[in-house]
């Protein structure tokens, strides 16, 4: 596909996909989803712009059609001077531009050809001229990969759209022996809690099941999927390995859709869900802004007011004791699983640290201040709450999920500490002044800072679902605090056993 007839082929780092496709300003569709698509799959993205359209999340506005020569500029521009690994064809919008197309596949022969026949859009919109139609059956025969969705296959073929899965596979098997294509059938327009899509050739037929997502968020999952597939085929055994890994992408980006609060209408997928992000605020400042609230409401707790004042019965500040002691037992666990997953030897150490050190003070604890048998209850349902909730977390999260919900136990124990201990001034002849001294030692602060160092370094390693996931930790975790340092209003009456 190159005529630098004297430059050397180069080994190339990444897949160089080149979608040929129409606009969509707002980001979700056409080759603007497709770029992203190519991104999320580590291509090389390229853009062959056949149509400008003004659309957004309610619809399609307006479209205009550039003529065909510099369509033909740009393709060749791109052909004349770059090796092409995958094509992807979505919107041609009319028939001189269909015919333009084939011509350039014919002259130029790319290994993969994935396209997506782009007829109408999901709003109803005609995204391709009725009399282009043939010209589309055509290009059928020219690709080696196509991608309908039950409407669209229904055209290609002459016949009326399918309504069961069945017809619609039946369908797709007499498009790919008539075609010579390998077809994608997606079943995204079906009714039910399923959407399933099919990988269909001649002589085999591969049903991919995937679940419903129940959002509005599916503006360009079409253009996403077949643009995901033409990524990731140069470097897959076959079609089915490509579209699987690819869908298996599509269900997360589309579940993730919503969050991104692009458009009033049918929002776009989040293609770069599952990956890392440059540039996204610290999760530390992140979630603890979110958790303001929470931290607010710890402030007016009895116990908060009692400890700071001296005004707590000393039953209630040893039975909180007993509690945090019994929590310690367990929150060492969960620190010991973070060093077990920590990506480094400097992470290692400093949650093995901390969770050797709230041994030591859960020792302290029974044996200095509660010392004797009168503490030996179990734990209640406050701290049996909380420690179900981290231990849940370290059993099936990962490093980047246990370390957000281990974070709230430094921070807003630090914060906290810090507010009783301002609150509580000169502690001279204060009944708990020993304890509320211990708020003021600074190793508090600086473990609540590394750990949050540590969790803000571990969310830039995550993608947009995790990171979700890490601030529902941690928001879980804030809640069980402020429940925690409200034990005397609700705690079970006291028992000293
Ligand atoms: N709500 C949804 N939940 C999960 N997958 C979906 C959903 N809607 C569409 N899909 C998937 O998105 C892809 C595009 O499907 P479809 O909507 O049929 O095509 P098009 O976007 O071309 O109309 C398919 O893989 C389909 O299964
Ligand atoms: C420029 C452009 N191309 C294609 C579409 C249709 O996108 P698709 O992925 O089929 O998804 P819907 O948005 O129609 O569900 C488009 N809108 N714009």
């Known amino acids: 596909m190159t005529t630098s007839a004297l430059v050397p082929e180069r080994a190339a780092s990444r897949v160089r996909v080149l979608s040929i496709a129409g606009t969509d300003p707002t980001g979700g569709a056409g080759i603007h989803a497709d770029l992203k698509s190519f991104a999320a799959h580590g291509a090389y993205g ?4 056949t149509a400008l359209v003004a659309q957004n999340s309610h619809g399609v506005r307006a479209v205009h059609v550039p003529d065909v020569a510099f369509l033909r500029a740009q393709l060749d521009a791109v052909s004349d001077d770059v090796t092409v690994d995958a094509v992807k064809i979505g919107m041609l919008g009319t028939r001189a531009v269909a ?9 130029t022969k790319p290994p993969v050809i994935v396209l997506d026949p782009v007829m109408v859009a999901t709003s109803g919109d005609r995204l391709l001229d009725t009399d282009a139609e043939e010209a589309v059956r055509r290009l059928v025969t020219r ?12 055209v290609l073929l002459g016949e009326p759209r399918a309504t069961t899965w069945p017809d619609a596979v039946r369908q797709a098997r007499r498009l790919a022996r008539s075609s010579g294509a390998t ?8 009714d039910g809690d399923g959407s399933p899509d099919a990988v269909v050739d001649a002589s085999t037929v591969t049903e991919l ?11 360009g999952t079409g253009c996403s999927l077949s643009a995901a597939v033409a990524a990731l085929r140069p470097r897959r055994p ?6 699987r890994e690819a869908k298996r992408w599509l269900t997360g980006a589309i579940a993730a859709g919503e969050a991104l609060a692009v458009g009033s209408g049918r929002g776009p997928v989040d293609h770069l869900h599952h990956a890392p992000t440059l540039g996204a605020r610290p999760f530390g400042a992140d979630a603890w802004e979110r958790a303001a609230d929470l931290r607010a409401a710890c402030d007016d707790l009895p116990f908060v007011r009692g400890l700071a004042d001296g005004t707590l019965p000393i039953e209630r500040f040893e039975a909180y004791l007993h509690q945090d002691a019994l929590y310690l037992a367990q929150y060492s666990r969960v620190l010991a699983r973070a060093s077990q997953l920590a990506p480094d030897a400097d992470a290692q150490v400093f949650w093995a640290q901390g969770s050797a050190r709230c041994l030591e003070v859960e020792r302290h604890l029974h044996e200095e201040r509660l010392a004797g048998a009168r503490w030996t209850g179990p734990a209640d349902r406050t701290t049996t709450g909380y420690v179900d909730h981290l231990l849940g977390v370290a059993l099936t999260g990962s490093y980047a999920e246990v370390v957000a919900a281990v974070l709230p136990c430094y921070v807003m124990y630090a914060d906290i500490g810090a507010r009783i201990l301002a609150r509580a001034g000169d502690l001279t002849g204060h009944p708990y002044g020993d304890w509320v001294a211990t708020y003021g030692d600074p190793a508090f602060a600086q473990a609540a800072a590394r750990a949050t160092e540590l ?19 941690y928001l879980t975790s804030c809640a069980h605090e402020v429940a925690f340092f409200d034990q005397v209003r609700v705690a079970e009456p006291v028992v000293a056993v």
């Open 46 to 49: 390229m853009a062959v712009v």
């Open 209 to 219: 099941d995937a679940l419903r997502v129940a959002t509005t968020s599916t503006h």
């Open 183 to 190: 077809v994608l059938l997606k079943g995204g327009h079906l």
């Open 238 to 243: 076959d079609w089915v390995t490509a579209v």
């Open 143 to 154: 690709a080696h990969l196509v991608t309908p969705n039950l409407p669209e296959l229904g």
């Open 99 to 107: 015919d333009e197309v084939a011509a350039w596949l014919v002259r």
């Open 455 to 473: 969790a803000d370094a571990a969310a830039r390693e995550v993608g947009a679902a995790t990171r979700a996931r890490m601030l529902a930790a």
